[in-house]
C-alpha cells in the first residue's frame, strides 16, 4: 500500500483545509498510509510530520487558513537543503508528495525532483490565481468575496464624505482578485498589472471621469482599485498625486492579511474537494512533477514548470466588461 505525503506552502489561501480533508478521506478509501508535513517546506527538513487519520478531518471543510500551517523557507532553495529533504522523503518510504501552494512552491517541488525520484503532484492554493494550468486557484474565491465586503464597506463611509478612496488589493503580479473584485464590487476605476502603462495616462484617465461625474452629479464619491505592486511609487505615491491633480481629499487603504483569511466559500470548497480526490486519484500511477487543475469544469493536469512559465492571461469578458462599465464609464 502506498505512502503519501502532503504539505501546505507558501501565501496560505482559504480551502487548503478543505483539500488536505479531501486528500485525508481519499487516502483511507485507497487504503494509503498518509503523512502530513508542517510548515511547509520546514517540515520536510526536520522531519516533522503527522499521520493523518479521518478524525483529523472534523469540522475541517469550513476552516480558514491550514492546519498544517504554511510557512516560506529559505534553505530549502539550496541544494543542501533538497537533499536533506529526499533523504527524508526516502527514510520515510514515501511514493508521492503532494504539495498545495502557489507558483514558488511549485518552483520547489520542481527543485526537489532533482534529488528525489518519487511521485510529486501540485494543486494550487493561493488567493492570487496566478498559476497556469487552472481556471482559479483555491483560495481565490473566497478573496474575491472578501474583497467585495471590504469595497462595500469602503462605498460606505466614501459616500458620506463624497470622497476619493484608493484601495490596494493582493495579487502578487496579477490582476485577478484586483479586476473581478473590482467588478463586483462596482468600483469606479482598477488599476491592474496587465494593463498598466505608466503613470501619467492613468492619472490623465481617472481625473477625467472624475471631472465628468461631478459636472454630471456634482459631490460624488469615487473608489479606484489598485492592484498590489503597479504603481510604481507605491500606494501613498498615487495618493499624493491624486491630490494634487483633483485638489480633492484621497483616502488610501491597503486591504493586506484579511483577504487571505475566512471561511472558504462553496467554490472553493467544491474546487479544493475535487483537486485532493482528483490528485490522490493519481497516486501509483507514471503521471509525475504535474499540478493537477480544473480547466471548464474538467480535471486538467499541468507540468509544474508551465504553471509559472505559461503566461496567464485575465478572462477576456471580464476584461472587456470592465472596459464597457468601469474605465469607459460616464
Ligand atoms: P507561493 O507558493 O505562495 O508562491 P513562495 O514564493 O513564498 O510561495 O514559495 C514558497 C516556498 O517555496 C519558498 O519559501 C521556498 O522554500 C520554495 N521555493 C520558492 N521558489 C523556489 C525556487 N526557485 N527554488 C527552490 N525552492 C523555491
Keep these: 500500500s502506498k505512502r503519501v505525503a502532503v504539505l ?6 482559504p480551502g487548503m483545509n478543505a483539500c488536505i480533508r479531501a486528500i485525508v478521506i481519499a487516502c483511507e478509501r485507497h487504503g494509503f498510509t498518509l503523512f502530513g508535513y508542517q510548515h511547509g517546506y520546514n517540515g520536510l527538513l ?4 503527522e499521520i493523518l487519520a479521518l478524525q483529523a478531518t472534523h469540522n475541517l471543510i469550513q476552516q480558514g487558513g491550514t492546519v498544517l500551517h504554511s510557512a ?6 539550496t541544494d543542501e537543503g533538497a537533499k536533506t529533504a529526499a533523504t527524508n522523503l526516502t527514510e520515510l518510504e514515501i511514493d508521492t508528495l503532494i504539495v498545495i501552494g502557489g507558483d514558488g512552491s511549485f518552483r520547489g ?16 492554493g493561493t488567493i492570487d490565481n496566478d498559476v497556469a494550468g487552472t481556471d482559479a486557484t483555491i483560495g481565490y474565491y473566497t478573496a474575491i468575496d472578501t474583497v467585495v465586503s471590504s469595497i462595500d464597506k469602503v462605498r460606505d463611509t466614501a459616500d458620506a464624505f463624497e470622497r476619493i478612496f484608493i484601495v490596494e488589493v493582493m495579487g502578487r503580479h496579477a490582476g ?13 476605476y482598477v488599476i491592474l498589472p496587465e494593463t498598466f502603462q505608466h503613470c501619467d495616462a492613468e492619472l490623465d484617465k481617472i481625473t477625467e471621469q472624475i471631472e465628468k461625474r461631478r459636472q454630471l452629479k456634482g459631490a460624488i ?3 479606484i482599485v489598485v492592484a498590489e505592486n503597479v504603481w510604481p511609487g507605491g500606494l501613498n505615491d498615487l495618493a499624493d498625486k491624486l491630490v494634487s491633480k483633483t485638489q480633492s481629499e484621497v483616502r488610501p487603504v491597503t486591504l493586506g492579511h ?12 467544491l474546487l479544493a474537494t475535487k483537486l485532493g480526490t482528483y490528485a490522490v486519484s493519481l497516486v501509483g500511477s507514471d503521471t509525475n512533477g504535474i499540478m493537477v487543475g480544473e480547466l471548464n469544469g474538467t480535471p486538467s493536469e499541468i507540468a509544474l514548470t508551465e504553471t509559472w512559465e505559461k503566461d496567464k492571461p485575465l478572462n477576456p469578458s ?4 470592465m472596459l464597457t462599465i468601469m474605465n469607459e464609464r460616464y
Design 258 to 269: 484579511v483577504q487571505r483569511g475566512g471561511s472558504p466559500v462553496s467554490q472553493d470548497r
Design 221 to 223: 464619491s469615487f473608489i
Design 8 to 13: 501546505t506552502s507558501g501565501g496560505d489561501a
Design 72 to 77: 516560506r523557507c529559505e534553505p530549502f532553495k
Design 46 to 49: 526536520e522531519q516533522e510530520y
Design 109 to 124: 517541488a520542481d527543485h526537489l525532483a532533482d534529488f528525489w525520484h518519487g511521485q510529486i503532484i501540485g494543486i494550487p
Design 318 to 321: 471580464s476584461m472587456e466588461t
Design 176 to 188: 485577478f482578485l484586483a479586476l473581478n473584485s473590482a467588478l463586483a464590487s462596482a468600483a469606479d
